[in-house]
């Protein structure tokens, strides 16, 4: 069967192609079907005027923003898109759904639905779970089907059924209409030998057009080993998993023959030092390997990663780690489920500089029970390790996040959430019953501090709202 895989805009141009395809198409392939890759994300960029690429490139813009950029600057380029997916006579339509280019993709689909009723538009992607957008999406009726969660089992079952000739019906994994309303369906199995799965194919991507080319994504496993109360990834992807450290060099090998350009990867993964022991294995095969790659990635902190592991990591290509670190005080990093003490944060900045491994790091403002001696602390933290941070990453106030520990259950972080709460809507304007310092208004005003207070010590930041 012919399945075309889109990604529309507005998605930032210089990440790597969307990994998430990337093992679709592969898994697809692998199964004999005929799979049509369109990346109108880094296409359409190489069209528009450099005005609109610098906004596109815009670190500032929000994710809404850039979704509505996507509909502003692309849309002169809708029907040409239309026009090549229907011509490729594809029965099934996947899009690759971000909070930053759902309008785009929806315009798409429109078109393509009135085009032609016969074809199958399926929505999956981080936007798609139910608490999200994905009982919103299925309601339209250019969308057949959402697939949320892990989808290579999920498409290739819809595959099947189509190919068939069944109706759309009950799968586990997807949410599918229902007399005008919405019905989730049960959650899918999560894939658990990750090793037995194809390695994500990009050679019908357009890494040509890249504007980092010489870089790909790479996966070391699924969900977390950490359960921090803010993160949506524990509610999402419950079950962690693993790649083998064999199955990520053979990839590595695979992806740099294929693709003799590549030189970097960077670990699609909530943390690559999630199974630290098969991270040095890696290490060691390509130092023993003497191959000759870089790689990045957001990591935990871990107390027990010390300098002679990171040593490790560098020799064998770690050039930089982002840790989502954020607080300085030891008050609100227990009360966060992070599982590391300030002093071991502070010994880990000092080894990564001693080692030349970049650092970004993220904080977080205001979160349940803070007070202002805690956001005292944090500022105390990163003046004192400001020579050993190189980059100020994401530092937002603290939203309440669907499938979060503290959406699901507000009483026990001493928080009370407005009455949007089942609304597909992260939260910012939430309650702490316990500071009542920690207003939303103060909550705003520590971001801006803290912003200015990142500016003054000279050190490199993104997300900046001032």
């Known amino acids: 069967m012919k399945i075309a895989l889109i990604r529309c805009p507005c998605i930032k141009p210089d990440y790597p192609p969307d990994i998430g395809l990337g093992y679709l198409y592969s898994f697809l392939t692998n199964f004999g079907h005929e799979v049509f890759v369109f990346d109108f994300n880094i296409e359409i960029f190489h069209k528009v005027d450099i005005k609109n690429q610098k906004r596109w490139l815009d670190r500032n813009l929000s ?57 199958i538009i399926v929505f999956g992607g981080p936007e798609c779970y139910p608490l999200l957008a994905g009982k919103d999406l299925i309601k339209l009726y250019y969308v057949d089907i959402v697939v949320y969660g892990e989808g290579e089992l999920t498409l290739k079952e819809i595959v099947d059924s189509v190919e068939a000739g069944k109706l759309l019906e009950y799968y586990p994994g997807v949410i599918i209409k229902n007399n005008g309303s919405y019905l989730k369906c049960s959650d899918r199995e999560p894939l658990h030998n990750l090793d037995a799965v194809p390695f994500p194919d990009y050679r019908q991507f357009p890494i040509n057009l890249s504007l980092n080319r010489d870089t790909l994504f790479i996966s070391s496993g699924r969900g977390c080993i950490r359960k921090c109360v803010y993160c949506d990834v524990p509610g999402t992807i419950p079950l962690f998993r693993s790649r083998s450290a064999h199955s990520l060099f053979e990839e590595i090998k695979c992806q740099i023959n294929r693709h003799p350009d590549v030189k970097k990867f960077e670990f699609a993964s909530p943390a690559l030092n999630s199974n630290l022991k098969e991270l040095l294995k890696l290490c060691e095969l390509i130092y023993e390997n003497k191959i000759e790659v870089y790689w990045t990635g957001n990591a935990i902190m871990r107390p027990e990663m010390d300098s002679n592991i990171l040593k490790k990591m560098k020799d064998a290509g770690c050039s930089s780690l982002t840790f989502g670190l954020e607080s300085g005080s030891q008050k609100i990093l227990d009360k966060m489920g992070k599982m590391i003490k300030v002093e071991d944060a502070e010994i880990i900045l000092r080894d990564c500089y001693s080692l030349n491994i970049s650092v970004t790091v993220n904080f977080i403002i205001g979160f349940p029970g803070e007070d202002d ?69 103060a909550r705003e005003r520590r971001r801006k501090q803290l912003t200015q207070f990142i500016k003054s010590l000279g050190l490199e930041m993104d997300y900046d709202k001032t």
């Open 63 to 119: 994710t809404w923003e850039l979704n509505q950029a996507g509909e502003e600057i692309c849309t002169a380029y809708l029907e040409h898109c239309v026009k090549r997916i229907i011509n490729s006579k594809a029965r099934i339509v996947g899009f690759s759904v971000w909070g930053s280019n759902v309008s785009f993709s929806l315009s798409v689909a429109k078109k393509i639905k009135d085009a032609d009723k016969s074809i």
């Open 373 to 441: 001696k805690n956001f005292e602390e944090t500022l105390g933290f990163i003046e004192r390790n400001r020579r050993y941070i190189n980059h100020v990453g994401a530092h937002s106030t603290c939203w309440v996040r669907p499938y979060s520990a503290m959406f699901n259950n507000p009483e026990k972080f001493g928080i009370v959430l407005p009455s949007i709460k089942e609304t597909n809507v992260t939260i910012c304007d939430w309650h702490d019953k316990e500071s009542e310092e920690n207003t939303y208004e």
